[in-house]
């Protein structure tokens, strides 16, 4: 295959990573599975250009983007409206979606597995048309991630002490809100304080991110009004990896979900894929089965 790879030198771990060595490293491996394969180092305020002007050539196979969750979701974005084959180099602080690919971490060890692996259909989930991999959130994620932007951190530690903080203050301050949602034509009113759309079930895992992207659905997961205990008590669930099992938690397998915020009379937030965004009023869920073409690895993608 001709490919071109992408990575973000300001995300994660290649701020700290020779990307020099680390591209004559990619190009000697892609090259010795019998691939031809350009590489790009370019800034994160160049990545959204780079991968559009890439996504829109005629003469790539596949192309690989670098970086942590937000670069790969965005690259995920360009992927699936353009039809072209995207590999992922998982550089940021968490990666779920390459643990959901079954990926290594590792941002050495994954270049084997990509040169010698296999394109496959994916899901690929949208909120009003924007494209996301891992999960739609409002309340108390939102609040969360918004509580650690307000605080200064310059590395993947500063990062985690950050996001322990915010959650500390989530826990002693947590959201109330009212939604409407309708789901296979019927529609229910309910006061919740968290909200989570997930591509995918999530699977049994602290980090919340699924086992399979193949499944075709939805996750739809709402908590009721918490108060501080509650939300100790969720996130102890989410630390055991007992999310879905949370008696805190309601569950349903959708294909789409529409929500409306009929209480709503200022900005509303919601993280996509981790990324802190204002909404309207309303916002159309959808899943897309097996519209994002994936470089994997070359075992199978659902769980054993």
């Known amino acids: ?9 300001d995300g994660g771990t290649f701020r700290s990573t020779d990307m020099e060595a680390y591209s004559a490293k990619a190009t000697e491996v892609f090259r010795a ?32 983007a670098g970086g942590g969750d937000g670069t790969i979701s965005a690259a995920a974005g360009v992927a ?7 590999g992922i180099v998982p550089a940021g602080t968490m990666n779920l979606f390459a643990r959901a690919l ?3 971490l590792d941002i050495w060890k994954v270049l084997d597995v990509l040169a010698e692996g296999k394109i496959v259909d994916a899901d690929i989930g ?13 309340g108390l994620h939102a609040r ?3 509580y650690r932007e307000s605080y200064s951190f310059a590395s993947r530690l500063g990062k985690i002490r950050a996001s322990t903080r915010a959650a500390v203050g989530v826990m002693f301050n947590p ?12 529609r229910e009113t309910r006061e919740v304080s968290a909200i989570s759309v997930s591509n995918n079930h999530f699977g049994q895992n602290a980090l919340m991110y699924a086992d399979d992207v193949t499944g075709g659905h939805l996750g739809f997961y709402t908590a009721p009004p918490l108060k501080p205990s509650g939300v100790a008590k969720l996130t102890f669930d989410i630390l055991r990896g007992k999310f879905r099992e949370s008696a805190l938690i309601t569950e349903m397998s959708v294909s789409a979900v529409d929500l ?33 073409k994936l470089l994997v690895g070359a075992g199978d993608l659902t769980p054993a």
């Open 175 to 186: 959201p109330e809100f009212e939604i409407e949602f309708e789901v296979d034509g019927v």
């Open 144 to 146: 969360m991630v918004r």
């Open 102 to 104: 079954k990926l290594p």
């Open 126 to 138: 949208s909120a009003d048309g924007r494209a996301f991999v891992h999960q739609f959130s409002m």
């Open 33 to 64: 599975a019998g691939h031809e394969v350009e590489i790009a180092v370019v800034a994160g305020s160049e990545m959204e250009e780079t991968l559009q002007q890439t996504a829109q050539r005629d003469d790539l196979d596949a192309m690989i």
């Open 260 to 292: 409306h915020f009929p209480k709503a009379r200022h900005k509303i937030n919601c993280v996509i894929d981790g990324e802190l965004l204002p909404i309207g009023r309303d916002v159309s869920l959808r899943v897309h089965p097996g519209e994002l």
């Open 1 to 9: 295959m001709k490919i071109k790879a992408i990575f973000n030198r």
């Open 80 to 86: 699936w409206k353009s039809g072209i084959p995207l």
